[in-house]
């Protein structure tokens, strides 16, 4: 059984950096997008587990709403 962690955007904004790649291998804290609210706000979106990344769900530049789904990330 593989368990994943949904990475989702706490906030509407804009993907102003993308840091991972599917397949990738990430630790628990590590920074995976950077995005920027509508306020102007910078706000990095961290990996809360150990994992290996799925397929991007979002491209660079795109706008994203709150809960919209960034990525996963699969823990073995």
């Given amino acids: 059984m593989v368990l994943k962690d949904e990475i989702i955007a706490r906030l509407a904004g804009t993907i102003q950096q993308i840091s991972c790649q599917t397949g990738e291998y990430v630790q628990e804290g590590e920074t995976l997008f ?3 609210s509508q306020e102007g706000e910078t706000i990095p979106v961290i990996s809360r587990v150990s994992g290996k ?3 991007l769900e979002v491209e660079l530049g795109e706008d994203v709403i709150a809960g919209m ?3 996963v990330v699969y823990m073995e």
């Fill in 69 to 71: 789904i960034l990525t």
């Fill in 34 to 36: 950077v995005l920027v």
């Fill in 53 to 55: 990344v799925g397929e």
